[in-house]
């Protein structure tokens, strides 16, 4: 039994989130249910996205809503409210946040006690000051961003169906990704892969019309899978066509125009920027420590370095390491693997019982590269071709949260084995009442050229 009542403020709904609010549900559902302890999720989205699937989810390959875990479904025993925490006062133990709610009474924010308060906002896209990034860049962290970014790719192909301009046409099917991790080359290469099967029904596209351009800072793509795997990604990437290079980076993108470090410039309408996270805002604006990464100071019981009753995990912890002066790095395995044991020192502290520390050994990384291409280093094996693919698919299958969505997943992965890929753009979903707007009488889009229901 807990030794008093206790309530756990768990900010952010992703991998730490979520998992430490289920952990939580069920180690004190006893407590939960004769109301000695209560526990408040405040998330953004009242869904946990989960993000190695969005490469897969742009390239059509899952639906979007398969992509998601409700959280009111899965976190039934939690209050679930919908907003975001502005700032923590953990000395007074309040945390100040923003609903739907204050919005519409214009109350602004309202406060919030605690008596455990778990921090996990995650991060966000850590982006330079490079000219023209703000205006053109597109994103790839949300579910909104891989559908839009899925419906932007193909507008361009059909604008340069339709174009009698050569240089739209070339820039149309420019595209260029920023970032060699994870999540710039699983998004080029199951895009690329969509675009050159969508290529087949264009009367005038060829799939060696279209530009593809990875740009990486360093020397080398995907560290995690080891440097000879990554050799072979560059070779595999290069070989579909696509223009890979090392040691450039983006220097402008004003008029969406690219401008490298090594002095090519390419006219494009597509600029993916997955270069990198920073931990989220918030973080710098509680009272708690950080270290000079902005990143929360931890220790490996997952509490806060010098700060009581307070906790963190995931992409805004630094959790000290095995190694001397070695913290974790901010990526899904570290998240879902320490938001167990956060879960369980919780409860232990409730119950005044010696807590638990976080050590992770490495297991090994996987990345698709398309339908049936990719790369993997498990368990000290290299696989590459079909067998990684095949690795990746069974690896996230077995981590995607729930039952109900490893068999709408593995259902949706059967059906677009047996059929045809779909290559509809329905970019009107992100203004869905233009069209309406202009029938009762609304403004026109200002550009005369420029079509409301599209995405680009």
Not at 10 to 30: C, F, I, N, P, S
Not at 198 to 218: C, F, G, T
Not at 331 to 343: D, I, P, T
């Amino acid at each position: 039994m807990v030794k008093e009542r206790a309530r756990i403020l768990v900010v952010g709904g992703g991998y730490v989130g979520m998992y430490t609010a289920l952990r939580l549900q069920r180690k004190l559902k006893q407590e939960l249910a004769r109301g000695e302890a209560e526990i408040t999720v405040v998330t953004p989205d009242p869904y946990m996205t989960y993000q190695p699937f969005l490469p897969e989810a742009a390239a059509g390959a899952i639906s979007p809503r398969h992509v998601v875990v409700p959280l009111r479904r899965v976190l039934d025993a939690c209050r679930i409210v919908v907003g975001e925490v502005r700032s923590i006062d953990h000395a007074k133990r309040t945390a100040t946040l923003s609903t739907l709610a204050t919005e519409e009474e214009g109350a602004g924010t309202e406060p919030l006690t605690y008596d455990e308060l778990v921090l996990a906002p995650g991060s966000i896209s850590r982006t330079l000051p490079i000219p023209g990034l703000a205006d053109h860049g597109i994103g790839f962290k949300s579910v909104e961003e891989a559908i839009g970014l899925r419906n932007h790719v193909i507008e361009q192909m059909d604008i340069a169906s339709s174009t009698r301009d050569p240089e739209i046409r070339d820039a149309a099917l420019t595209f260029v990704f920023v970032g060699g991790g994870f999540a710039g080359v699983e998004a080029l290469g199951e895009l690329e892969d969509m675009a050159r099967y969508a290529a087949r029904y264009y009367h005038n596209i060829q799939p060696e019309d279209m530009k593809w351009i990875l740009v990486e800072a360093s020397d080398r793509i995907l560290p995690e899978v080891g440097e000879e795997m990554g050799r072979y990604t560059v070779t595999e990437l290069r070989r579909r066509n696509i223009d890979v290079r090392l040691h450039t980076r983006l220097d402008s993108c004003v008029d969406r125009v690219a401008q490298l470090s090594d002095g090519a410039r390419f006219p494009t309408r597509t600029v993916v920027w997955t270069a990198g996270v920073k931990p989220h805002p918030l973080v710098a604006a509680t009272d708690l420590p950080v270290n000079d990464r902005g990143r929360l100071k931890c220790t490996p019981q997952l509490t806060v370095d010098g700060a009581t009753h307070a906790w963190a995990a995931g992409d805004a912890a630094a959790v000290t390491a095995d190694e001397p002066g070695a913290t974790t790095a901010p990526n899904a395995q570290h998240a879902v693997r320490q938001a167990k044991v956060l879960g369980d020192n919780i409860a232990h502290a409730l119950r005044g019982e010696p807590l638990e520390t976080y050590a992770h050994k490495y297991v090994g990384s996987v990345a698709s590269l398309g339908l049936h291409k990719g790369v993997a280093h498990v368990y000290g094996r290299k696989l590459k071709g079909y067998p990684a693919w095949f690795m990746h698919r069974v690896y996230h299958l077995s981590r995607v949260p729930t039952y109900n969505r490893k068999a709408r997943v593995l259902a949706e992965w059967t059906l677009s084995g047996l059929f045809k890929r779909e290559i509809v753009s329905l970019g009107s979903l992100e203004h869905p009442r233009a069209e309406f707007e202009l029938a009762a009488g609304g403004k026109p889009p200002t550009d005369p050229f420029g079509d409301p229901k599209g995405s680009s």
